[in-house]
């Protein structure tokens, strides 16, 4: 069964960087592609940014990030990273790491982490 960690949200003022991590365990869990999705209050939730698994990594990402947002991941350490850049604040939001089916529509597989939150405030 795969499952799905994330860890380093928090508090930054616009401008700033966070770098949120998603831990991932389970048996093959290193050939499911990962994306990172993001709910803000009141909005349905979206995709951010996604990388296929093991072999050569291709990764897709929203219009609203692209350029600031860097998604990578280490089958080794078995860990999913995003380094946010240049945050806003509509980059407000839970952010959650899920399995992916399809990378360009975002479609996720059905596991979810428990959320992570990212406030952009001054």
């Known amino acids: 069964q795969v499952r799905l960690v994330e860890s380093g949200g928090g508090l930054v003022q616009p401008g700033g960087s966070l770098r949120l991590s998603c831990a991932t365990s389970?048996?093959?869990?290193?050939?499911?592609?990962i994306g990172w999705f993001r709910q803000a209050p009141g909005k349905e939730r979206e995709g951010v940014a996604a990388?296929?698994?093991?072999?050569?990594?291709?990764?897709h990402y929203a219009n609203a990030v692209k350029g600031r947002f860097t998604i990578s991941r280490d089958n080794t350490e078995k860990t999913v990273s995003m380094q946010m850049n240049s945050l806003k604040h509509e980059d407000t939001a839970v952010y959650y790491c899920?399995?992916?089916?399809?990378?360009?529509?975002?479609?996720?597989?059905?596991?979810w982490g428990q959320g992570t939150q990212v406030t952009v405030s001054s």
């Open positions: 990388i296929t698994g093991s072999g050569i990594y291709q990764t």
């Open positions: 899920a399995t992916v089916v399809d990378l360009a529509t975002f479609t996720p597989g059905g596991t």
């Open positions: 389970g048996f093959g869990v290193s050939r499911f592609a």
